[in-house]
T-cell receptor, first 114, second 112 residues
Framework: KAGVTQTPRYLIKTRGQQVTLSCSPI?????VSWYQQTPGQGLQFLFE???????NKGNFPGRFSGRQFSNSRSEMNVSTLELGDSALYLC?????????????FGQGTRLTVV | DQQVKQNSPSLSVQEGRISILNCDYT??????FLWYKKYPAEGPTFLIS?????DKNEDGRFTVFLNKSAKHLSLHIVPSQPGDSAVYFC???????????FGTGTRLTVIP
């Protein structure tokens, strides 16, 4: 079956702009989580959506937001981009999002803010 | 504040020998731990997990050991193979929360 698909793979934006990233989970998976990966911080949890509802949120400013559609596809939006937002953004899908169910990661979207 | 720490950014091991990757955590509420492997240009893939009710879990060449009193876990790969060369992340979660706290990763290089 198809894996987790993230688009676009690479993105260059200017400070102050906003950006939307997309994640299509594995068919049948209802939970989508987003992580930010930076060299010094590892992967940090942004938020998790389940059945179109944000179920869990990490410690990121309100500039980072997301949503999930009825087909479980999810989008992540970052407004007023800052240089420090440059990172690899990963999404992970799982059947239920419960921690004993395996999460499958996409290849990520590499965002560069200049 | 990094609640899961991998203090070795890199590790090199000869093929056939044992690779030991270490991970420390600070949050005593963590009770479920995972290891992920990441190749360049790919997302992390799940490798092995362990619940805090156990102190060891084995899956083929991979074994994870958990020392709750020391808040330390380790991943042993025996024997190491060149295809194991990747970045390894440990992760942890607490009861009632389904998000993962990741370490910063250790790059393992297995030398043929």
């Amino acid at each position: 079956k198809a894996g987790v698909t993230q688009t676009p793979r690479y993105l260059i934006k200017t400070r102050g702009q906003q950006v939307t990233l997309s994640c299509s989970p594995i068919s049948g998976h209802r939970s989508v989580s987003w992580y930010q990966q930076t060299p010094g911080q590892g992967l940090q949890f942004l938020f998790e959506y389940f059945s179109e509802t944000q179920r869990n949120k990490g410690n990121f400013p309100g500039r980072f937001s997301g949503r999930q559609f009825s087909n479980s596809r999810s989008e992540m939006n970052v407004s007023t981009l800052e240089l420090g937002d440059s990172a690899l953004y990963l999404c992970a899908s799982s059947l239920t999002g419960q921690r004993n169910t395996e999460a499958f990661f996409g290849q990520g979207t590499r965002l560069t803010v200049v | 504040d990094q609640q899961v720490k991998q203090n070795s950014p890199s590790l090199s091991v000869q093929e056939g020998r044992i690779s030991i990757l270490n991970c420390d955590y600070t949050n005593s509420m963590f009770d479920y731990f995972l290891w992920y492997k990441k190749y360049p240009a790919e997302g992390p893939t799940f490798l092995i997990s362990i619940s805090s009710i156990k102190d060891k879990n084995e899956d083929g060449r991979f074994t994870v050991f958990l020392n709750k009193s020391a808040k330390h876990l380790s991943l042993h790969i025996v024997p190491s193979q060149p295809g194991d060369s990747a970045v390894y992340f440990c992760a942890a979660s607490a009861p009632g929360a389904n998000n993962l706290f990741f370490g910063t990763g250790t790059r393992l290089t297995v030398i043929p």
